[in-house]
C-alpha cells in the first residue's frame, strides 16, 4: 500500500470537509430563518467532527496532530476543492453548494466504506450515516425553492450556473488516482463523479431549474494540488486566529 | 476478588450523557466493549454517537473519572470507530428514559434513513402521530424538532441514525 497515496487522499477528504465546515458556520446569527440558522450551524459542526476524524487517520500515518494540521497550514497546503473555500454569497449561492458538494460525499463516504485500507473504511461507514441528514436537507430545499416563486427559481439557477465549473472540480484526479483504484482503496473520480451526475440530476429535474450544459464548462481546477482562490487564505487567517494568539495552550 | 465484565458495565451506569442526563452511556451504546486481562488491567473501548458530538471527550473523561473513583488506576479507555454507533443500539431502558425526559425515542429501522420514518415520530407527550417534522436539526447533533398537533407543542426526537 503506497502511503502517500492513502495521505494524499485522506488530506483531501479532510480539508473539503474543514473548509466547508467553516464557511456553514458563517451562517450562524445570519440564517435567513431560525431553522436554517441552525441546520448550517449544525452540519458546519458534523464537518468539522468529520475533519477531526480524518485528520486523526493522517496522524496515525506520522502527520502532526490535527489541531497543528488543521491550524498552521497556509493556503498552498491545502488539498480542498476551490468550490468550498467561496464565500456563503447569499443563501441561494451557500444551498447550492451544498446540494452539489454533500452529493458528491454521500458516495465518497458509500464507495470508501468498501475501501480496502480499514481504517478509511471504519470512519466512512459511520460517517455516511450523518451525512444523509446533509444530503436530505439539501435535496428537500432545492426541489422546494426550485419550483416555487420565479425570483427563486431565477436566484438558484444563476447560482447553479456559477457554482458549476467549481462543482465539476471537486472531481479532479490525484497524482495517484490509477493507483487507489488498481489497490481497491478507493473507487475514483470518475466513477464518483458519474453516480453524482445521476443524483443531482433526479432531482434538478424534480425542479424548474436546468442543468447548465457540462460539455462546454472548463473545470475551475488546482485545489487538489495547493492553488486556490484568493478566499482561502483570509479564511485560514480567521480561523486560526484565536489558536494562534496561544498555539500551547490546553483548550 | 477478580473484576468481571459486568461489574465494569455496572459502574458504567453512573456515568450519564451530559446533554441528556437521565440517559447512562451503557443505555445510549456507546460503550462497545469491556475487557479485563488477567492482571486485571481494564479495557473499555467507546464509540461516538455522532462523530463531530462535543460531549464526546467528556464522556471519555467521565468513564475514566469514574473508574478512579471505584479504585481502578489500571485501565485504558480507547474511542474507536470500530464498532461504528447507530440509534439501533439505544436499549430498551434508554428508550423508556429518553420519552420521559420529553425527548422522542428513534424508532427501531431497517438503517435506511428515508424521509418517511422522520415524518410522523409518536409525540413523547401525547403519544399522537399526528406531527409534522419541522427541521432534521435541533439544539445537539442528535436532535431532530418536531410539531405535534395534536396537543400544540413542538418536541424534539432523538434522530434515527
Known amino acids: ?251 | 476478588m477478580k473484576l468481571i465484565k459486568e461489574d465494569i458495565l455496572t459502574l458504567l451506569e453512573e456515568v450519564k450523557d451530559p446533554e441528556i442526563p437521565v440517559l447512562s452511556l451503557v443505555d445510549l451504546g456507546v460503550i462497545t466493549g469491556v475487557e479485563i486481562s488477567d492482571d486485571d488491567h481494564v479495557t473499555v473501548n467507546m464509540t461516538p454517537t455522532f462523530a463531530g458530538c462535543p460531549a464526546m471527550d467528556y464522556m471519555k473523561k467521565d468513564v475514566e473519572r469514574t473508574l478512579e473513583k471505584h479504585g481502578i488506576s489500571n485501565y485504558t479507555v480507547n474511542m474507536t470507530f470500530d464498532k461504528p454507533w447507530d440509534s439501533n443500539k439505544l436499549s430498551e431502558k434508554g428508550r423508556q428514559h429518553l420519552k420521559e425526559f420529553g425527548l422522542a425515542p428513534p424508532p427501531k429501522y431497517d438503517l435506511i434513513l428515508d424521509l418517511d420514518i422522520l415524518e410522523h415520530v409518536k409525540c413523547p407527550y401525547c403519544d399522537s402521530d399526528n406531527t409534522d417534522m419541522r427541521t432534521p436539526f435541533g439544539p445537539t447533533l442528535c436532535r431532530s424538532m418536531h410539531y405535534c398537533n395534536n396537543c400544540k407543542q413542538m418536541f424534539e426526537q432523538f434522530k434515527p441514525l
Open chain 1, 1 to 251: 500500500m503506497n502511503e502517500q497515496a492513502i495521505k494524499d487522499l485522506l488530506y483531501k477528504l479532510a480539508d473539503d470537509q474543514l473548509i466547508l465546515g467553516h464557511r456553514n458556520s458563517e451562517w450562524t446569527g445570519f440564517g435567513p430563518i431560525l431553522e436554517e440558522d441552525i441546520a448550517f450551524s449544525s452540519m458546519a459542526q458534523d464537518k468539522i467532527g468529520h475533519s477531526l476524524a480524518f485528520y486523526t487517520l493522517l496522524q496515525e500515518l506520522g502527520e502532526a496532530e490535527p489541531d497543528t494540521v488543521a491550524f498552521t497550514r497556509n493556503a498552498n497546503q491545502f488539498h480542498n476543492s476551490q468550490l468550498v473555500e467561496l464565500p456563503n454569497g447569499e443563501y441561494d449561492f451557500s444551498l447550492i453548494r451544498h446540494f452539489l458538494y454533500d452529493n458528491a460525499e454521500i458516495i465518497r463516504f458509500e464507495m470508501l466504506s468498501q475501501s480496502s485500507y480499514e481504517p478509511i473504511a471504519k470512519v466512512a461507514t459511520k460517517l455516511k450515516g450523518e451525512v444523509k441528514y446533509h444530503v436530505l436537507h439539501a435535496n428537500t430545499w432545492i426541489k422546494n425553492l426550485g419550483s416555487s416563486i420565479e425570483e427563486a427559481i431565477l436566484r438558484l439557477q444563476t447560482s447553479l450556473n456559477e457554482a458549476m465549473p467549481y462543482a465539476l472540480a471537486m472531481f479532479e484526479k490525484s497524482k495517484y488516482e490509477q493507483e487507489l483504484i488498481d489497490t481497491s482503496v478507493y473507487a475514483g473520480e470518475e466513477a464518483v463523479k458519474a453516480e453524482w451526475l445521476k443524483r443531482i440530476t433526479a432531482v434538478i429535474e424534480k425542479t424548474d431549474l436546468k442543468l447548465p450544459d457540462l460539455a462546454i464548462i472548463e473545470p475551475k481546477f488546482g485545489g487538489r494540488y495547493g492553488e486556490h482562490t484568493e478566499h482561502l487564505q483570509p479564511l485560514l487567517d480567521e480561523m486560526a486566529e484565536v489558536f494562534k494568539i496561544d498555539p500551547t495552550a490546553e483548550w
